[in-house]
């Protein structure tokens, strides 16, 4: 059973760090890993996906790295914003009885202090 | 582009009481559709999935239900809530093939009384 745990629970930086968000997993037998941020009381919105073949994605100034084999991804963030304040969730996909399923984290609140 | 709505945005409802939850999405053709369920502190539980109209997979036993009448028309049921139902419901869509991304909507907060 696919289990995904993500360090620190929570995280509180000064506006303008750098800082990088843990996520790991129990089976590497993944076919990709998405991130996603999700405000108060809000759905989730992706930000990155890495397929399994794949070692980082970027996106301004978001960057994901996947280490398949040791099963963790990190989550770096380039000079934090305020706007950056939410938590972070990370999802694993896997093939489960024929179909693909999905297991996230419970995921790290995010606080970027002004 | 793609977009999923869900409504309504928050719910409160008694004890016993019937559910409807409704989710479409725009700008795609037969998308894989989802239901979770977040419980604070917990992460997102997978409730029912469909790959198609009509076709629907339960991933846990419980009293709530879900129908696929359109292609991109998904919604959740209950004949009968329970104190246990309360909760945020999200419903979340992806396209075909192995590594698409999921895309979710603003999700339904869901007060049993």
């Known amino acids: 059973k696919q289990e995904v745990t993500q360090i620190p629970a929570a995280l509180s930086v000064p506006e303008g760090e750098n800082l990088v968000l843990n996520c790991s997993f129990t089976?590497?037998?993944?076919?990709?890993l998405q991130w996603f941020r999700q405000d108060p009381g809000k759905g989730l919105t992706s930000l990155l996906l890495?397929?399994?073949?794949?070692r980082e994605q970027t996106s301004g100034r978001l960057n994901a790295s996947l280490d398949k084999s040791s099963g963790r991804s990190t989550l770096y963030i380039a000079a934090s914003q305020p706007g950056d304040s939410a938590t972070y969730l990370c999802a694993v996909r896997v093939n489960s009885g024929g179909y693909q399923k999905v297991t996230f984290g419970i995921g790290t609140k995010l606080q970027v202090i002004p | 582009s793609q977009t999923i709505h869900q409504w309504p945005a928050t719910l409160v409802q008694p004890v016993g009481s019937p559910l409807s939850l409704e989710c479409t999405v725009e700008?795609?053709?037969?998308?894989?559709l989802y239901w979770y369920r977040q419980a604070a502190g917990r992460g997102l539980q997978l409730l029912f999935y469909?790959?198609?109209?009509?076709?629907i997979s339960s991933e846990v036993p419980q009293n709530l239900s879900a129908s696929r009448p359109q292609d991109r028309q998904f919604i959740l049921s209950s004949k009968k809530l329970l104190l246990s139902d309360s909760g945020f419901y999200l419903c979340?869509?992806?396209?075909?093939?192995?590594?698409?991304?999921?895309?979710f909507g603003d999700g339904t907060r869901l007060s049993i009384l």
């Open positions: 979340a869509w992806r396209g075909g093939g192995s590594n698409q991304p999921q895309h």
């Open positions: 089976d590497s037998a993944i076919y990709n």
């Open positions: 890495i397929q399994s073949s794949q």
């Open positions: 700008g795609t053709s037969n998308p894989n």
């Open positions: 469909s790959v198609g109209i009509g076709q």
